[in-house]
C-alpha cells in the first residue's frame, strides 16, 4: 500500500502552510488581490502658510473715566468735572510710526448723521458742542509728545501736563487724554444703549483715530452723557428811583445786570411782590412797575406772573453755543400814583433760570 499524504491547505494573504509526513511547512505565495470601491482618502502631510503684516495701527482698547477712574461709557459726566479718555495702541512697525492720536468729541443735536464741526469754521457748533483733542508724536518715542486743545478756546480745560504717555513696550503706548467741560457744555440725557457706536440721540458722539506716518489709521467710536447745569452766577446792582406822587415812567438805575449759566435750552424770568413801605402800612401794588431786556420788551408785571427775559413759560431759548457764561441789563420803570405816602418802598426781585429737560 503505498504512502498517503494528507495534505491541509489554509489561506493567509502571504503564505501557504502545508501538513506533511506529520510535519507543518510554511511556503509563500502570491497575494491574491481583491476587488474593492476605494472611495475616501486623506492626506495631511503638508500645511498653508499665511503671514499677516499689519500696516494700520490698532487701538486694543479705549474707555471715557471721570475722575476717579470710573468706566462713564454711555454715561453721563458733570461740567466742571474732570474727565478722561483712555486708549491703548500697538503700531507693529514701532511706536515711531505713530502720528497722530485724534480725538473728536460732538454733541449730535438729535441726529446720528451729524459729525465733527460739521458746518465749518465760520458758522461752527461752537465751543460748547465740538471738542478736538490731540497727541502729536513729534519725536516718535513719545517721550516730548504734543498734547493740544485745537478746540474750543476756552469753554473746554485742558492741561497738557495732566495727560500721560506710558511705555508698554516698544509697539505699544497707553495714552490718557484729561479734560474739563466747562458749564456751558452741552446737556445730553442719559444714553440708554450700552452698545459702542453712535445709537442714542441728543448725546455726546466721540471718534478716537490713530493716523501712523503711512496715513494708515485705526478708529472707534462711542457716546457719553452730560448732566444738566442751570445757575445764576451774579446778580449785581439793586436798582432805586425818587419820585412824586403822580410821576409815571421813573426809571430805576442802575439797571440791573443777571449773570447766567445753563448747557440747554432755558427760560430766565424775573419777579417781584408789592413794594412795602419802611414801617409797614402802604405799599406800591406790583402792577405799576415794568421791566425790560433781553428777549423781554417793556411790560408791566400783571397779577402774580413773573416777566420772561428769555423764553416763556412754554418755550425756551436756544443753548448758548459758545462762550462760559450770558450776561444781560435789566430796566425797571414804576409808576407813582397819586396820594402815595411819603416813605421808602421796597420789595425783593427773584431772578429764576429753568433748563429744558
Known amino acids: 500500500m503505498g504512502r498517503r499524504t494528507l495534505v491541509t491547505f489554509i489561506v493567509s494573504l502571504l503564505f501557504l502552510s502545508v501538513l506533511s509526513n506529520g510535519m507543518l511547512v510554511t511556503l509563500p505565495i502570491m ?3 481583491e476587488a474593492v470601491d476605494i472611495t475616501t482618502y486623506t492626506d495631511t ?43 491703548n495702541i500697538t503700531s507693529y512697525q514701532g511706536w515711531i510710526n505713530i502720528k497722530y492720536v485724534n480725538i473728536t468729541a460732538w454733541h449730535d443735536n438729535g441726529s446720528e448723521l451729524t459729525v465733527y464741526n460739521q458746518t465749518g469754521a465760520a458758522n461752527n457748533h461752537g465751543g460748547n458742542r465740538n471738542m478736538f483733542l490731540q497727541y502729536e508724536n513729534s519725536s516718535g518715542t513719545g517721550e516730548s509728545a504734543v498734547w ?32 474739563t467741560p466747562g458749564n456751558q457744555t452741552r446737556y445730553a440725557p442719559d444714553p440708554t444703549n450700552a452698545a459702542s457706536g453712535y445709537n442714542d440721540l441728543r448725546s455726546w458722539n466721540f ?35 425818587v419820585g412824586v406822587p403822580g410821576q409815571n415812567d421813573v426809571q430805576l438805575t442802575p439797571n440791573a445786570n443777571v449773570t447766567t449759566q445753563c448747557n440747554a435750552n432755558f427760560s430766565l424770568y ?30 408791566n408785571f400783571v397779577g402774580t406772573n413773573p416777566l420772561y427775559i428769555y423764553g416763556t413759560g412754554a418755550t425756551y431759548k436756544d443753548h448758548w453755543v459758545n462762550g462760559t457764561y450770558n450776561s444781560v441789563d435789566v430796566t425797571y420803570w414804576v409808576n407813582i400814583t397819586l396820594g402815595q405816602m411819603q416813605g421808602n418802598y421796597s420789595s425783593t426781585v427773584t431772578y429764576t ?3 429744558e429737560v
Open 353 to 355: 433760570i429753568n433748563g
Open 45 to 87: 502631510n503638508t500645511t498653508i502658510n499665511v503671514t499677516i503684516n499689519l500696516l494700520e495701527p490698532v487701538i486694543n482698547w479705549y474707555d471715557f473715566q471721570n475722575a476717579t477712574d470710573i468706566s462713564k461709557l454711555n454715561d453721563p459726566v458733570d461740567v466742571e468735572q474732570q474727565c478722561k479718555f483712555r486708549i
Open 270 to 299: 424775573t419777579n417781584i411782590t408789592n413794594l412795602s413801605r419802611d414801617g409797614g402800612g402802604d405799599w406800591i401794588n406790583r402792577t405799576n412797575l415794568s421791566a425790560a431786556g433781553g428777549d423781554l420788551t417793556r411790560n
Open 31 to 33: 497575494k491574491i488581490a
Open 207 to 241: 471718534n478716537i483715530t490713530a493716523i501712523d506716518n503711512e496715513s494708515y489709521i485705526d478708529y472707534k467710536n462711542n457716546e457719553y452723557g452730560i448732566y444738566m447745569y442751570s445757575h445764576i452766577t451774579q446778580v449785581t446792582d439793586s436798582p432805586s428811583a
Open 148 to 179: 493740544k486743545l485745537i478746540w474750543p478756546d476756552d469753554e473746554v480745560s485742558f492741561n497738557s501736563g495732566d495727560c500721560s504717555d506710558i511705555e508698554i513696550n516698544a509697539n505699544t503706548h497707553n495714552l490718557t487724554f484729561v479734560f
